[in-house]
């Protein structure tokens, strides 16, 4: 049964459509050229622009009356290039540690509430990890996110606690508090260890991945079946993953300290 395609919303496919026409045009625009590209009534055309100023992917100039894009998709253009970049550097030393290990080796990224496989290098082993690159996860869901969720700036972590953890329930409460405590072990071992949080019969260890000014990055992680993880082992990865992390973090920009 041919499943059933979700109706578009009209409005936001009028907005998408002139902000469409504002980015592929080379110069500034008025509302009136804008109305008549998109085939918009000027009023439709001049509620759609003010709405994209006052959130910030439009920019109007009062002296021309000329509207063009703003700042804000500069910014998620930088973002999308810098992941991207990320993981083509991270790639040849994914490689090398999967060489090493004979595990599965993830690069994740924090993308709002969640912690997104940006990267992945196979298991040379018949059994492996079965993830998919895009893939999006809890920040509070396993090693990849956790190394992320712990390492974010205070402000980020508490927005995270009280606009996603927090639904309203004493458990959403008590996963803030698992949250925190996690957080705070996290951040003094330097790295985070899961069993089966997101898949079955996976475990994981991560570290996070630092950058310019010692922001967070994401997070780099080597992960197996959980008969494979075992104590003897995980004593193996851990120095190993934390001195690659580190390397990594330097190489990104991040100084030599960032990872004890």
Do not use: W
């Amino acid at each position: 049964m041919e499943r059933k395609k979700t109706p578009a919303l009209k409005t936001v496919e009028k907005a998408l459509g002139v902000l469409d026409i504002l980015g592929e045009t080379p110069k500034p625009m008025t509302a009136s050229e804008v109305a008549k590209k998109a085939e918009l009534p000027i009023s439709t055309a001049y509620k759609i622009l003010s709405t994209l100023v006052d959130q910030g992917y439009a920019e109007f100039e009062e002296s021309t009356k000329f509207y063009q894009t703003g700042t804000k998709l500069l910014r998620f253009a930088s973002n999308i290039r810098q992941q991207r970049s990320i993981g083509v550097l991270a790639y040849p030393i994914m490689l090398e540690l999967a060489e090493k290990t004979k595990e599965t080796v993830h690069l994740g990224a924090p993308h709002g509430y969640f912690g997104v496989f940006l990267e992945k290098v196979n298991s040379p082993m018949t059994v492996g990890v079965q993830t998919r690159v895009g893939t999006r996860i809890p920040l509070n869901k396993g090693a990849t996110a956790k190394a992320i969720m712990a390492f974010l700036p205070e402000v980020s972590f508490e927005d995270f606690c009280n606009n996603f953890l927090d639904d309203g329930t004493a458990e959403g409460l008590h996963a803030i508090d698992v949250a925190k405590e996690q957080r705070k072990q996290i951040r003094e071992d330097g790295y985070a260890i899961t069993f089966e949080e997101v898949n079955p019969n996976v475990a994981a260890v991560a570290v996070p991945i630092f950058g310019f000014n010692n922001s967070l990055v994401g997070s780099m992680a080597i992960a197996g079946p959980c008969e494979r993880f075992t104590a003897e082992k995980i004593e193996t990865y851990i120095p190993l993953l934390k001195k690659t992390g580190k390397a990594f973090s330097e190489q990104l920009g991040a100084t030599p300290d960032i990872i004890d």
